[in-house]
């Protein structure tokens, strides 16, 4: 039984309906923004109605050629790794017989076996005993099926779900084997273009092991990959490619994390033992963590206070003021000095998106004492103070339009009065809208060095990319 897309389920579902319509909502790539007459209206007062009306349009024009080109893909392998990453494809599924999990798929999707086996050895296929609610915006299909499946009647029957809670049965874990048996009335969640990071092929990752030790590994993480792999890619990661390098039986664990676009240190664990010992360090504070950041204007030097809303999702909104609920953000600028901006050679090997920055004679590189650990936490710091990393192609866009056209930014420095909290809100997802995506390889930023237990342990990058 196939189950029609559960729309809000999958980060990587891309809605995106006519641009005359009244609200169109775009998630794409872990940028999301709500787009209507009322907003084009603000933009207007803005100077801003081309740009947006642009925007839209190509935002539109990506769905449509995201479609065609679904429509004409075809399915081998996963390997050799694609330069770049497929159009988005999140598959929800209910078993309708108890059968092989492979042999289910490949005949529900219309996917040769191999490549099927692949997305199982990449980690990007899902289940649950019981298929999980549907989110408020699901079609009567889809709430239909999803009822039918889970009436009490038909999970009393179910003997693999009895003394679990539906809660407990609803829980998804990973299909680690194409042989494995699922019984009829499993959810399945199968993710067909999972996440590609091409960088891991072409990385000498003998040469990024700063240090070996029978606790741990700390690595010189290359720009452009994943520390431990994603929702739907385990296989190319950091710690994968570590451990083979090094010949290691045991795989590499993930103790922290980094962006997928900064590069420098990182400490994987060699057992779960360290690795639980190490989260105990961070968590007592004891791991201090050194960035450079080449920002594409000056930063004052001190301490930079901000508030993050506390949702987990792109972009990373934070405020000048303290908002109740929102995450404290702490980071310390120790040192700003005008450098360079990188040399065209490479903005093109880092895939660089200057954004139409104007003024690309110097950069600004920052070493920053990061005092709280947030995600995106100095990107969205420093374009908070108009001074976004360079190369950062989600953050710099909105800094740019709270330049142009200042309180743009809800929470910024320059306050506008909102007459109601359906104005504000509106103006809260304009602001998101004016970010753009996640950068494809590598921004200006350094994990540069990590140490802990009062510097007994301290461990150094190599020179940034682009010194």
């Not at 660089?352 to 070493?367: G, N, P, S, T, V």
Request: glycine share 6%.
């Amino acid at each position: 039984m196939g189950l029609p897309p559960l729309r809000g389920i999958s980060c990587q579902s891309t809605a995106l309906s006519d641009i005359n319509s009244t609200s169109d909502t775009v998630s794409s790539n872990g940028c999301n923004g709500v787009f209507s007459n009322s907003a084009a209206h603000v933009c207007v007062q803005n100077g801003f109605f081309i740009c947006w009306l642009y925007r839209l349009k190509r935002l539109k024009q990506e769905h449509e050629a995201s479609i065609d080109s679904v429509l004409q893909l075809k399915y081998g392998r996963l390997l050799p790794c694609p330069f770049q990453n497929g159009p988005p494809r999140v598959e929800h599924l209910v078993v309708p017989e108890e059968g092989p999990v492979l042999e289910y798929i490949c005949k529900a999707l219309d996917l040769p076996p191999l490549y099927v086996e692949d997305l199982i050895q990449f980690g990007a296929v899902y289940y649950a005993l019981v298929c999980p609610k549907p989110p408020p915006t699901a079609t009567p299909e889809q709430i239909k099926v999803y009822e039918e499946v889970t009436d009490p009647s038909v999970l009393r029957k179910r003997t693999s779900i009895k003394g679990k809670t539906v809660r407990e049965a609803q829980k998804t874990f990973r299909i680690t084997r194409p042989d494995e048996i699922v019984e009829a009335g499993t959810y399945l969640r199968v993710h067909v273009h999972p996440k590609r990071f091409p960088r891991c092929y072409a990385i000498d990752w003998k040469s990024r092991i700063i240090a070996v030790t029978d606790d741990y590994v700390v690595l010189d993480k290359p720009a452009g990959t994943s520390v431990g792999g994603t929702t739907d890619n385990i296989e190319e990661s950091c710690a994968t490619f570590a451990t083979r390098a090094l010949g290691f039986s045991a795989p590499l664990q993930t103790t922290h994390q980094i962006d997928n676009c900064t590069e420098g240190c990182v400490v994987l664990a060699r057992s779960k033992e360290y690795c639980s010992v190490f989260h105990g360090k961070i968590r007592e504070k004891k791991v201090k963590k050194l960035y450079l950041a080449l920002a594409a204007a000056p930063v004052p030097i001190g301490i930079l206070t901000h508030y993050m809303r506390p949702i987990n999702m792109a972009p990373r909104l934070v405020s000048e003021d303290f908002v109740k609920g929102w995450l404290l953000c702490q980071l310390e600028v120790l040192e700003c000095k005008k450098v360079p901006w990188p040399r065209s050679e490479f903005e093109s090997t880092y895939n660089l998106d200057d954004c139409r920055w104007a003024m690309k004679d110097f950069a600004y590189e920052c070493q920053i004492n990061l005092r709280t650990g947030r995600t995106h936490q100095i990107r969205a710091q420093l374009a908070a103070c108009s001074a976004p990393v360079v190369g950062d192609s989600m953050y710099m866009p909105a800094a740019i339009a709270e330049m142009i056209s200042p309180g743009s930014n809800p929470f910024g420095k320059i306050k506008k009065l909102y007459t109601n909290e359906n104005d504000k809100s509106l103006a809260v997802d304009e602001w998101i809208a004016q970010h753009g995506k996640e950068p494809s390889v590598a921004v200006g930023l350094q994990a540069c060095q990590i140490s802990w237990d009062d510097g007994k342990h301290c461990y150094d990058a190599r020179s940034p990319w682009w010194r």
